[in-house]
């Protein structure tokens, strides 16, 4: 039986889960791949450090880029993260080397990836990222392999489960976001710079990459709509839960065939959509095919056991022999198509303004919505003291963003308005 | 560009399905599989029947077994049906002639799995049946590649729409199962025989799949427990709803590593769980690997498109030169595993008694579960006329079956209690 010769750089948690799934699943593993799998050489930051595996019988490397110039190392696992730097130099230089590369650094694969499957490309090495989008959850295998008859015209998901977290916490309790979100630091669920995470920009990465396989489409970070949750009130999750919707960040792909549409912002969801009982620090994608209707995939999105569950599943598959490119058609195939801007997105919106009541407001605001062209679905208010200030809440009915903007913005100048309003699309799932 | 030529025995809504999502997505098939995808002949019943789509092109075969001999014919599609018959016999002689299969024929795997499994490693051929389970959702795929760096200890799921649309119906109308059946008949959703589908046949052909491809073991058909719906009451769906549960038919397969348990029978599922939000005719399947924890997969699970869409994914990665052995490890390899019969299953039970009120009844059934080591979690009465019959209701904690039937029988004795008991397994999900 042959053997796959492998170099993992970076142990952090995915590395030494990777470890421990290789080591763990020996006999398995190589029964599955049709050869052995070998951990041949490792690097990270600190060597010395104690991380629960034993690493003495792999060689080590200060500099993980040498491990492209390796003769023994068939297959390179890149988990150092960030889109630069070592990271896209290791996998450039592997990749030129004919080496295979299995990487979980999704910001790398959002900006980059379109470049990487090129070079994959010319030297016929394979590269694969499934680790890179919701953990666990096989859903890039999902779309490029299992999904591959269909034309997809929309992929949505919950792709990072501090927000999730978050966002369950703050409903099932009330408390605040600043609230939720310093306990979740507390417990580990949320990184002492939470940016990436609450800001969307992780959402966004690991959207960027599968819009480009489902549509075969350039990677088009850059084109994203980026929205986080740092916004949402607890008292707009109860207006929600009243209206019948639950709020979930979700990142958002969608095409036409001639302009794509990619956009992460918190959404209000149907109550009894399957997406919204994604909770808690799940994640799940939801695909929807030209013959295969919805389907809905739901895992661990983070955490070394998922996150490296999809690291050796990579591995595996090279193992086998099995070679498809990144983005599941050769990489001079892939389309550079327009995004459509936000203004012109077209959807359903849930405003939220506080307001001083007194009589003739109510005609102001409607008369605000009718000068823009914008109808009202629904309104909203919980109490009327006179001279009090209240909350009161329209549903829009479907109508161009930029015209509710307009009618916002309008709504926001009236004397009797008070602070910035709200505004949550409304997503029909 | 290479050419896959395509020959498709069977032309019901799968057949017409496939051949709809050929022609449709010509130019992306071939981005996708690197080839072109050609039919080049058809086999079915009747020629001149008119299935609304042009079969003109194609090939003529009144005898589907004659395609296995055609030198221009590269892959098999098998949609005949049947565990024996024609079905097996063109499977057998296309991998035989070095062809590949591509089936979604489940009671043909269910049955002879195994040996198919060694005739194409035999050959040197494919055979890859996706479609087998769960209609449009890529399980096997998920299973056998995205999941392959897992040890997996249990996969369950709802595998038949037909049961779970009569049962999310009478849970929904309350209406009995015999009512929803006659019109789910009138609306095609279910069979004028509808025994394979509600008496459970149906999902245990799939569950054999699911655990041979999980545990690498010899497919086991008759190791299955099988139970149907039948049974199922308004009155438990009520009482299941007062608990905290619904009732879904789940095949269950699970192993300790020495021996394997595989059960198709009506459950209590926890209320929040995700496999009960799977409403409708929507199929699910859940795996639990030891590093990946639990992936759930939902999607339509029949239907032309969607189960098209698995066969063409079947044969877009015969395309790709994708070569897994059927159940993810050579055929050889596949292990035989024994079966723990049901008597020795271990769990918690639903038992719904019709009583007589009259005092001492209690204290009688109390004994019962004592002489048998069952002890009781919860009882639910809801009316308490003396001398009426009344359902008397009791959860038991876990125990092992043939406890809780020993005790059951001995209760179904009291001569307080008429009719035949009801008992629910409740799994704890």
């Known amino acids: 039986m042959s053997t ?19 080591e763990t699943h020996k006999a398995l593993l190589s029964a599955r791949a049709g050869c052995a799998l070998e951990i041949v050489a490792v690097s990270a930051r600190s060597k010395s ?8 019988g792999y060689r ?44 979980a650094n999704k910001a790398l694969i959002a900006h980059h990836g379109s470049d990487l499957a090129e070079q994959a490309q010319a030297s016929g090495a394979a590269i ?82 599968l819009s480009a396989l489902s549509f075969g489409t350039k990677i088009d970070f850059d084109g994203i709509h980026v929205e986080g949750i740092r916004s949402i009130a607890p008292i707009d999750i109860d207006f929600a839960k009243e209206l019948g919707y639950g709020i979930k960040l979700l990142g958002i792909a969608s095409t036409d065939g001639d302009v794509v549409e990619q956009r ?64 599941g058609i050769p990489a001079g195939s892939l389309r550079d198509m327009p995004t459509r801007p936000m203004d012109r997105h077209v959807g359903a919106y849930y405003v939220r303004f506080n307001v001083v009541d007194k009589s003739g407001v109510f005609a102001d605001i409607a008369g605000a919505l009718t000068d823009n062209d914008v109808s009202m679905e629904s309104v909203l208010q919980r109490s009327r003291d006179p001279g009090q200030i209240v909350p009161v809440v329209m549903t829009l009915h479907e109508t161009e963003e930029a015209a509710m903007r307009r ?7 009236i004397g009797a308005v008070v602070e910035p309003p709200v505004v949550i699309r409304i997503e029909a799932l």
């Open 407 to 413: 009618a916002v913005d309008q709504i926001s100048g």
């Open 4 to 22: 796959l010769r492998i170099g993992i750089a970076g142990l952090g948690t995915v590395g030494v889960g990777t470890v421990q799934v290789i």
């Open 128 to 209: 694969y990222c499934e680790a890179a989008v919701a953990g666990g959850i096989p859903i890039l295998k999902g779309l490029r392999e299992g999904l591959a008859a269909n034309g997809i015209k929309r992929v949505y998901g919950i792709l990072n489960g501090t927000c999730n977290y978050i966002l369950t916490e703050m409903r099932d309790t009330g408390r605040s976001f600043d609230d939720v979100l310093e306990e979740a630091q507390k417990l580990g669920y949320a990184e002492a710079d939470p940016t990436f995470d609450v800001d969307g920009i992780d959402t966004a990465h690991k959207l960027a990459i």
């Open 60 to 103: 080590w490397y200060d500099d993980p880029t040498e491990m492209a110039d390796a003769d023994d190392i068939d297959l390179v696992v890149e988990l150092i993260g960030g889109s630069d730097g070592v990271a896209k130099a290791l996998a450039e230089k592997s990749l030129q080397a004919g080496k295979h590369v299995v990487t």
């Open 264 to 327: 992460v912002h918190p959404c209000m969801v149907p109550i009894d959509a399957p997406i919204n009982h994604v909770e808690g620090s799940f994640n799940a994608v939801v695909a929807e095919g030209d013959f295969v209707d919805t389907v809905i995939n739901e895992g661990r999105g983070a955490g070394g056991g998922p996150t490296a569950s999809a690291v050796v599943a990579d591995i595996i598959d090279i193992a086998r022999g099995h070679r498809v490119p990144l983005f």
């Open 49 to 56: 450090l104690d991380r629960g595996v034993d690493i003495s």
